[in-house]
């Protein structure tokens, strides 16, 4: 893939997702964080693009790193957690950074409780990739490039 040199993606992670791997291994699976992390490094090393990830239970942190991304990153995948449901503050964040955004669930939001079903990121985001577990956030970075790339023919 060609970018823009320096071209990088944000891959943020809400509440909890640092307990991933221990925290209800029924519903989340086993799989750790880091893992993730692993999974969408390699991705980025495969498709040269570079990959910042970050994780926080805290809601300014995830703020902070939205509103940085919009100044300096491609476009980001978002994985809200609870903060989904519930943050206004967030979705107006990411209304505002005019690059790509795509969200991300390990389970399928939908089949879960009702509550779980509203999505203030969807509202702001450009895809939703849910209920594919890990291997969601690989398919989230593939629809994010694949988005980057449509923008780069645009601009030529």
Do not use: W
Not at 73 to 83: E, M, T
Not at 106 to 126: G, K, P
Request: glycine letters at 8%.
């Amino acid at each position: 893939m060609s970018r823009a040199p320096g071209a990088r993606v944000l891959v943020l992670n809400g509440p909890n997702l640092n307990l991933l791997g221990r925290r209800e291994p029924e519903l989340y699976g086993t799989v750790t964080l880091d893992e993730i992390e692993s999974l969408c490094q390699a991705f980025g090393e495969r498709n040269d693009l570079p990959i910042d990830f970050l994780q926080s239970n805290h809601e300014g942190v995830l703020i902070d790193a939205v509103q940085e991304a919009g100044q300096h990153a491609a476009g980001i995948v978002i994985n809200a957690a609870g903060y989904t449901h519930t943050s206004v503050a967030l979705r107006d964040a990411l209304a505002t950074v005019g690059i790509p955004i795509v969200e991300v669930h390990l389970t399928n939001i939908h089949r879960r409780e009702a509550y779980r079903r509203t999505s203030f990121v969807s509202e702001v985001a450009d895809a939703l990739i849910c209920g594919a577990g890990a291997h969601g956030y690989v398919l989230a970075l593939t629809h994010l490039s694949h988005l980057l790339e449509k923008l780069e023919k645009k601009d030529r």
